[in-house]
């Protein structure tokens, strides 16, 4: 059974999907099977990133499944990373016509919430991933919703500009609501900065504001700090990563590692939290 992770902010162009496929590369060159679920179906830029966009007349992704039925294991594709692999979002229909997933899913009423949950949890296929990871639309509508009813965690890349840290309340707070009415066992992984430019001095402060925003609310900050590169700009046409372009000594490479090992180290600890907390409430039960 895999870990599901929905990486997920209200802002657009705060690097959910760079951040997205770095961190599973970064599992899957650690040994994970993992899986790229490209859920922000309006632009497929992780679809892009990874294996190119699809050919809506000969190929089908996760729109074509929403929007006639179908299993996700008729749409998974291997990537050129080994232990890496996508379910693909296309832009279009076989006609040319643009999905509008949202619509879809608004229509089915309550199923509409609940539908990417059961076509994860009900595939076989999907099941035997160590690690499964959403890059949402950014937007906090139905769709991320879905997505978080489906998670396990979610984690939030925030960009050093005023834009970006106005909208981190409304996604944590969305987020929250989710777990509080929908899904009791999603945990907030935390806030990661996925845009710095160390050479200017409001990047600093913001990166102060943001810790003082999580002590308050107490959501984890994590240590590591992306970023601005130049090199990010054009590795999605080749279907790149940093990890391809960079050694291991540049920055960009060390810091996307770093958030990785950092993730996996905070799932067990909240893994071992949660744990230690039904035992003791199984005690009190047996009292």
């Known amino acids: 059974m895999p870990r599901i992770i929905s990486v997920i902010a209200q802002k657009g162009g705060v690097g959910k999907t760079t951040s997205t496929i770095h961190i599973a590369t970064a599992l899957a060159n650690m040994g994970f099977k993992t899986l790229i679920i490209d859920w922000d179906t309006s632009q497929g830029n992780s679809t892009y990133s ?14 074509h499944i929403i929007a006639n039925g179908g ?26 016509n643009a999905y509008s997933i949202e619509s879809t ?8 919430y609940t539908l990417l949950k059961e076509l994860i949890s009900e595939n076989d296929e999907i099941q035997d991933f160590q690690f499964v990871l959403i890059d949402n639309t950014p937007k906090l509508g139905i769709e991320t919703v879905s997505s978080l009813i489906a998670s396990d965690y979610f984690i939030t890349p925030v960009q050093m500009t005023d834009f970006s840290l106005g909208s981190i309340g409304q996604t944590i ?6 777990k509080k009415g929908h899904n009791k066992d999603l945990e907030a992984l935390g806030i990661f900065v996925s845009s710095s430019d160390n050479r200017i001095n409001k990047s600093k402060e913001a990166i102060v504001e943001l810790g003082e925003y999580c002590k308050k609310s ?9 970023p601005i ?3 990010f700009a054009f590795l999605p046409r080749g279907q790149q990563t940093i990890f391809d372009v960079t050694k291991p000594s540049e920055r960009g490479h060390k810091e996307y590692l770093k958030l990785t090992k950092e993730m996996l180290s905070r799932m067990i600890a909240l893994e071992k939290a949660s744990a230690a907390s039904a035992k003791v409430t199984t005690k009190g039960a047996e009292v």
């Open 105 to 112: 899913l608004t229509q089915l009423g309550i199923e509409g």
């Open 173 to 178: 707070s969305t987020a929250l609501k989710v």
């Open 71 to 96: 299993t996700l294991s008729e749409v998974l594709c291997k990537t050129k990373t080994p232990n890496l692999f996508i379910i693909p979002s296309e832009v279009t229909d076989s006609r040319g």
């Open 218 to 226: 107490g959501i984890h900050l994590f240590d590591s700090i992306i």
């Open 50 to 63: 990874t294996i190119g966009h699809l050919d809506s007349k000969n190929q089908k992704g996760i729109c």
């Open 229 to 231: 590169a130049s090199k």
